[in-house]
């Protein structure tokens, strides 16, 4: 299993510009999520999916932000337009269904590092 | 509103010694507390997972406990090697609030050979 996949793992880019940021989830899981990690704030849920469907948005910061999951394997988190406030690292993680032992954990990618000047 | 705080923020130890890392938490209605691990610059690797109904959890050279009616959950390394070096993150999910996690801050762990 290759656990979740984000790219890029790195990302510098001008102020004003779009920012997508890509994850894959584990193959079978039926949730996941989009964390931002900043020194100030550690880490902070933005967005999580059940199957496919946004379930908890309430973290979203602004409707600068926007997420979607088309299906099952595939998930976008879009910064419109970006600001450098929003530098930080953005996490990904998916959750297997109710079934099997560890169901409730949530298994975390290697993180997108944004950086926007 | 929940908050979890974990205490200290940072704790350096020589190579060898069993060590506790707290976190505690503000409201004692949980459905699971886990414990994460991440390396700098690296995500977070799932430790522990203890749900509400459990009071410990072990693997290998790691115990966690909890007592919810506390607010408190320990990691407990035995044996510290410099390879457990890394910042140490617990986080608690509330009932009937899908897969929300809230995190503590961690605990920046050195462990000097």
């Known amino acids: ?117 | 509103k929940q908050e979890v705080t974990q205490i200290p923020a940072a704790l350096s130890v020589p190579e060898g010694e069993n060590l506790v890392l707290n976190c505690s938490f503000t409201d004692s209605a949980i459905y699971n507390l886990q414990w994460f691990r991440q390396d700098p610059g690296k995500g977070l690797t799932s430790l522990l997972l203890i749900q509400s109904s459990q009071r410990e959890q072990t693997s290998g050279r790691l115990n966690a406990s909890l007592d919810k009616s506390s607010g408190r959950s320990t990691l407990y390394i035995a044996a510290s090697q410099p390879g457990d070096s890394a910042t140490y993150l617990c986080a608690v999910r509330r009932p009937n609030q899908g897969g929300k996690l809230i995190f503590g801050q961690g605990t920046e762990l050195s462990v000097k050979p």
Request: hydrophobic fraction near 30%; proline fraction near 8%.
């Open chain 1, 1 to 117: 299993d290759a656990g979740v996949i984000q790219s890029p793992r790195h990302e510098v880019t001008e102020m004003g510009q779009e920012v997508t940021l890509r994850c894959k989830p584990i193959s079978g899981h039926n949730s996941l999520f989009w964390y931002r990690q900043t020194m100030m704030r550690g880490l902070e849920l933005l967005i999580y999916f059940n199957n496919n469907v946004p379930i908890d948005d309430s973290g979203m910061p602004e409707d600068r932000f926007s997420a979607k999951m088309p299906n099952a394997s595939f998930s976008t988190l879009k910064i419109q337009p970006s600001e450098p406030r929003d530098s930080a690292v953005y996490f990904c993680a998916s959750r297997p269904g109710t079934s099997g032992g560890s169901y409730n954990e949530q298994f975390f990618g290697p993180g997108t590092r944004l950086t926007v000047l």
